[in-house]
């Protein structure tokens, strides 16, 4: 990212190639995307990025017979966090290793290996020792092509969070939801919270289940961004045609924050954010995000906090990988944030973002812009937070752990 007007080192950032005959090709079709009209780019990553059937994984329950759902009551009779155990799609799924290959995950490629080891080395000792194994593993599962149901949990699955919340009126709002499944009472379970009556979309990269909730809660209110909007159009997963609100706009926001008024609920966009779109929600004193954390405050990623990592488990190679190649440094600047949330906000051709549904400003603006609302959002009343990929932060570890992440967009604390 050159723009002067971001202080941060972008120079330690790992570039981004497309390999065509030996000359990398990224630059050349950035340019190009960057000079198509804004209808043909959208309808292009629309089409990308659509929720087709191909792309939505098979769960716990399909592939194994069990209950897919982790059920915890976070404030009582008033939030909930359920958590959906799926495979993982990036090695079990043709779409979803295609995609994971144009992150720069291709387990068998050389390259890609030596820039595990460099980030595992950042680690220490340990994480060398324990990361060719990994390798190992890694590759031995990426070139399988063929896999039964039973096989696809043979590796380690993935998981999501979903939040339900109760609002004061009794009605029921769903973020970032999942697939509802019948055949283990989760179906009868949520709908005798109440009538769900909104829907949030918690981010533009989270819809793959949200053409089968709206079309069992076709009534429900939506709320979320013009590029999840358009990725259900294509699919013909919305029932009215559109969203209720739209994410973006501050006229809906407000008219939808004086709706929710005296429900405990509010909305919050993430200005800036325009890769994934994010929406922050405050429920009952909790707050909601998606997409916003990966290095946690106490060194962990995700879900997992330094002290589980430190284990070496198993189960955690993919996540391993992940955070060696995509979020440790040399690759990733700060050695937290993933390496391709610093290309998306880079608009110039060094980076992606001129080929998002919506790229940065061509001011190089947008790092100060998402700097700004995040200590805003920041500012929010909330004792705690919750996460689509994290469990639970009390407020100043989540306050912290969003710092870590993104205090580099203007060179100073959020906090």
């Not at 198993?314 to 440094?329: P, V």
């Amino acid at each position: 990212m050159s723009d002067t007007s971001c202080p941060f080192p972008m120079d330690n950032l790992d570039t981004l190639e497309v390999k065509v005959l030996g000359v990398n090709v990224l630059p050349a079709m950035v340019k190009v995307m960057g000079l198509l009209p804004d209808s043909t780019r959208r309808n292009f990553n629309t089409k990308q990025n659509a929720p087709t059937k191909d792309s939505i994984p098979y769960d716990k329950y399909d592939c194994l017979g069990e209950n897919p759902y982790q059920t915890l009551e976070v404030k009582e009779g008033k939030v909930w966090r359920v958590t959906y155990t799926v495979e993982d799609t990036s090695l079990t799924n043709t779409k979803g290793k295609k995609e994971a290959k144009g992150f720069g995950m291709d387990w068998t490629d050389r390259k890609v290996k030596e820039k595990v080891l460099a980030g595992a080395a950042s680690e220490g000792g340990r994480a060398v020792e324990v990361v060719e194994a990994d390798l190992a593993r890694m590759e031995v599962w990426w070139n399988k092509t063929e896999w039964t149901m039973e096989e696809r949990f043979s590796v380690p699955p993935g998981k999501l969070n979903s939040m339900v919340v109760k609002l004061s009126s009794g009605s029921v709002l769903l973020y970032a939801p999942v697939r509802v499944r019948d055949e283990v009472g989760f179906g009868a379970w949520l709908e005798s919270l109440g009538r769900v009556e909104w829907i949030v979309v918690a981010s533009s990269f989270h819809t793959l289940f949200l053409a089968s909730v709206l079309a069992r809660f076709p009534e429900a209110k939506v709320v979320g961004a013009p590029q999840a909007q358009d990725k259900l159009v294509h699919v013909g997963g919305l029932p009215r045609g559109k969203f209720d609100y739209i994410s973006t706009s501050k006229e809906d926001l407000a008219r939808l924050n004086k709706e929710l008024e005296g429900e405990g609920v509010q909305v919050y966009s993430v200005e800036g954010e325009i890769m994934c779109d994010s929406l922050m929600v405050v429920a009952h004193g909790i707050m909601l995000t998606c997409d916003l954390t990966y290095g946690r405050h106490d060194g962990g990623i995700f879900f997992f906090s330094r002290e589980e990592l430190d284990l070496y488990r198993e189960e955690h190679t993919s996540l391993r990988l992940f955070k060696y190649l995509i979020c440790n440094k040399p690759h990733s600047p700060n050695g937290v944030l993933a390496k391709y949330r610093f290309w998306a906000l880079d608009h110039t051709t060094s980076g992606t973002g001129p080929m998002l549904y919506t790229p940065p400003s061509t001011d190089g603006s947008n790092p100060a812009l998402l700097a700004a609302s995040l200590r805003t959002n920041l500012r929010l009343a909330f004792d705690s937070a919750m996460g689509v990929h994290f469990d639970h932060m009390e407020r100043e570890q989540f306050r912290q752990t969003i710092n870590l992440n993104w205090s580099w967009l203007d060179g100073r604390s959020l906090i």
